[in-house]
Structures are given as C-alpha cells and as structure tokens.
C-alpha cells in the first residue's frame, strides 16, 4: 500500500473589487476639451513654495530666450565672483601670494594693532552690504543671462571629471563637446525634454547623470545611456509610463541607484515593487536602500491597473483635547469631523471644468416649492445659558460660534469629509478618513506638491419631523436636517514627496502652531498612545524616561494627521 503524501493547502487568492479604469485614463486629454481647462483647474491651488518658484520660473522662462554660449556663461560668471579680483592677469603678485602674504597681514594687523576706531572704520570699508535680502535679489534678477547651449570651449577641461551645470536654460544638448573623462554630469532644474540627443554623445565612462528637475515626458534615448552608468537621477519630471521607462532601464547593467520619485509613474501602487522586480540589480531606490524584504519574490505578477492608479488615504490619527461644546437642544445631534479640500483629485470637477467654460463651481439647486427649507426659520441650536463641565468649557465655549449651512449647497466639488464622531477627550476616526481613488497620476503626483487644508468642524443638527397631515409636492426636493458650523481650527500641511517605503506622512499641530502643522519627518504618529489617567512613575525611572508606556494627554488642542498613498506590500 503506497505511503499518504501530506496534502498542501493551496493559498486562497481573494479577488480585489478594481474600479474601472479607461484604457487611456484620466491623463488623457480629450480632442473636444474646453481650452485653458487645466489652468482653471489649478486656480486658486495652494502650492508649496518649492513648487511655486518652479512654475514661477517654468512659466517666465518659456518664451524665447537669447542664445548664451558656455564660453560666455563661463566668463560672466567668473568676472562677477569674489575671485576675478585674484585673477588679473596685469599684477605682478601671484595668486599665492595674495592668499598667503597680503590678505592674512592686513587682518592681523587690523586685529592686533588697530584701535576701536580703526576697526569700525575696517568693518565699514569692508562691509559688502547693509542691506543683504535686496543684494540678493539685485543678483537674481540681474542674472537671466544663463546658458543655453554647450560650445568648444568646454572641451579645452580635458582633465575635467565633475560638471554641474544645473539651474540653466539647456535644452538641446550637443554632448559631443564634453570632455571624455567626464564621470559626473548634473544638469538639474534645465529644460530639457528628451535623451535621445544627449545620450548619444555622453563619454563612455561616465557613472553619474542628474537630471532632476527637467521637463522630461518620454523614455526615448535612455536605453543609448552609456553602459557604465551606475546613478540616475530622473526625480521631479513628467514620465507616466512606468512600464516602457524600466524596459528602457533594463538595458543598462551597471545601474544600481535610481531616482524616480516625483514623476507621475512613481506615485501608482505598483511603483516599488514593479521597479525591483524589472531591475533586480537596484541597491537603491529614490535615496532609500533596498532591504532584502523589500523585493517581490520569484513569482510576483502585477495587475496592469496598478502601474496607472492608486489610492491616496487621508488618516486621522487622533484629535485630542478639543473644547467641550455646550449642551444642546433636546434632540439635536452634535458631533466633530475633518473637512479636506483637495481639488486636484475630484474627477467630478475635473470633468466640470474639461468640457465647460463656466469658473464657478458652487451650483444653488432651485427653491423647493414648500417651505420645509427656511434659513430665516433655523434658530440657535445651543441653549443660551449652557451648564459646560471642567476646565475645557470655560476654555473653548467663546469658539463655537455656529452658522446655518445650506443643505442645497454643491460643497463637494472640492472638499471631502471624514466620519463625524462625538466628543471625547480623545476622538478617534475610521481609517482611513477619506480615502479616494487617483486614475490620474500627474493630478495625484501635483497633490503632494500642494499646501492642503484641513478643518476641524464642530456640527449641531436637527432632524425635520415630517408631520402625518403635511403635504408634500411630488416635484420637492427631500429636505435634509436643519445644520449649523463652526470651524474650531484651521490647519495647513505641507506635503512632501510620497516615499515608497512609508505608509503615510505624518503631521502634528496644536493650537499653539498657528495654521501650520508640523512634519514629523521619519515618524510614525500612529504608534503614540495616550491616557486620560496619570501617567504611572516606573520606580527607577524618571517622567521623561517611561519608554513605551502611555503619555498623558495634552493639555491643549492637538491634532495628529498622516497622508499616503496605497502600495503593494506583498
């Protein structure tokens, strides 16, 4: 009789509900399309300051501008530095000696000899400015003349083996006049827009090639990189396809860093995994080193819905601390929520504002032919003289100042809103809060270079009681509870770069931040845990030394929030 084999559970596999995404998704932009659409679609965006000198600059520099060759950026440069005083060539003291002998005498002499009158008298005449910020801005402005294209005289530097030409107007770039023993090659903040023409005159030795901060949109030229390319820095341009851009790396063998972050393909779900599965050789990825329980295994297949969306998750960690509200009428529901305005990422006004000419997106429905709805008939909702418990009523009862809201009022073109919950010392929400899905990758990747904000609401409301005799008309519109608000605090994130290997960002703000909320860097805010008892002294140990034990709750409005983005983890 043969021996039982052992049976080998076979893995479930779930099947995963995917919205239906186009083949050409929503990065694609439709023949009939009004023009000027995307315009309107980044009014009144809160960019970051980063972003905003990019588009700044973007934009001012996108005209025609004159022809400036290196010989001549080169000289220029050199005439307006420090060092063009050291390099006359009619003096007969040498640079040595000026460097050695006369300068260190001259401040030896002032520092040991002179009197006080002297000195203020030196300071004076050596003083480049009383007025730094406008001596800043004279130079920045009275510096457009940069270069726009590379000449023979850059291949007079044979000994060169580092060049930085970032922060020009380089375009087309003739790489045959780059001397051959070129290692290093940065070019960041440029305009340029394909490889094909400079990849094939890059010199074959070259390891390093920084292009950061360009305005590239294809991957045509990369697979004519040279082979000894080992770091490629293409982070912050506008490749969309994942798939054909890592094809194109794949043909490069000394690759071992990559930089991608900030592109629209880099914020999919699959970005990280797909990337290490097509170059296996990669050692780093976007500056984070790849551990080995990063990378896919052997059998790792990627649904190609993946490599063009995501979903971007809104967390609220907690709020703790919020005012106690006053008591309210008899029936009257009061509870707390997070609005979040993100309008880059409703399709619906996306769509509004692609196919219509029309700027305001606040729409009133028509007036229901009854009068269940009566702004004039919605009174206070808190009683005048409310009985507050605590610390925290005298604290918080001056800011809930509520205001009627008009339930027939579109308000979702640009905000989104969490679960409400009750008060509580400490509020917790669902998690995630919003959680939205991005078929448009450039609009999500724009998201994370924004200034968004948040606002914690404070909502009293009263169902309508329909009575059984009251007629109603066939055409009105179902009225919804009568609503008051009150925004108890308003708080700005700064976002950053998603990073593939972090869930989320984190931010924290107390009321003592004024509108701006902390990034808390590499941290993970959700693991912090609090208690509304006292925290317990471990014996031998200090308040400041409890390690992993509960913290006590702050005495002030605190709010811990964390913005992601959804990537495969297995």
Known sequence: MPPKTKEVARKIVVPVNRPEISNASLNFVPSDAVEGYQERIETDVDWTIQEEAARYSKNRYRRQVPEVLFSQALQRKISKSVLCGFLD????????????????????????????????????????????INLIKNAVSN?????????KGLTGFRKLVRLNLCGNFLRDIDAGFMPRGLRALEMQSNFIETLEVLAAGLPSGLLYLGLAKNVIDCVEGI??????????????????????????????????????????????????RFTLSKLPRLQWLDMREVLPTDRPDENFEIHPDDLRSTYFNFTIFRIISAPQPPKGDKGAIMTFHVELELPLLD??????????????????????????????????????????????????????HLTAVDAREI??????????????????????AVR????????????FRTVVTLRLVYTVSIPIKQGKGDKKSVHTMKAG??????????????????????????????????????YYGDGDLSTLQYSQAAAKVVKGKTDTDQGSARQQLPENLTCHFGFGIDTLRS
């Open 89 to 132: 060539k009619h003096s007969n003291i040498s640079l040595q000696d000026q460097w050695e002998v006369i300068l260190p005498t001259v401040m030896w002499d002032n520092e040991k000899f002179a009197n006080e009158e002297s000195k203020i008298c030196f300071q004076n005449d050596n003083c480049i400015t009383d007025d730094l």
């Open 143 to 151: 510096n457009d003349k940069k270069m726009t294209k590379l000449d």
């Open 223 to 272: 697979s004519k990189l040279p082979d000894s390319i080992t770091v490629l820095d293409l982070s912050d341009n506008d490749i969309c396809d994942l798939e054909a851009t890592l094809n194109a790396m794949a043909t490069l063998p000394n690759l071992v860093s990559l930089q991608l972050a900030g592109n629209p393909c880099a914020v999919c779900a699959g970005y990280a």
């Open 347 to 400: 399709a619906t006004r996306r769509n509004f504002l692609m196919f219509r000419n029309n700027e305001s997106l606040v729409e009133m429905l028509p007036p229901p032919e009854d009068d269940l709805w009566e702004p004039s008939k919605i009174g206070s909702m808190v009683k005048s003289k409310s009985v507050l418990e605590g610390e925290a009523s005298s604290r918080g009862s001056h800011i809930f």
């Open 411 to 432: 308000r979702h073109y640009t905000t989104f809103e969490s679960n409400r919950v009750p008060w509580n010392k400490i509020m917790n929400f669902q998690e995630p």
């Open 436 to 447: 939205i899905f991005c078929p448009n990758l450039v609009g999500l990747r724009d998201t």
């Open 481 to 518: 509870p009568q609503e008051q608000r009150a925004t108890i605090a308003t708080i700005r994130c700064s976002l950053n770069r998603p990073d593939w290997t972090q869930a989320s960002q984190d931010y924290h703000w107390d009321d003592t931040l004024d509108d701006d909320a902390i």
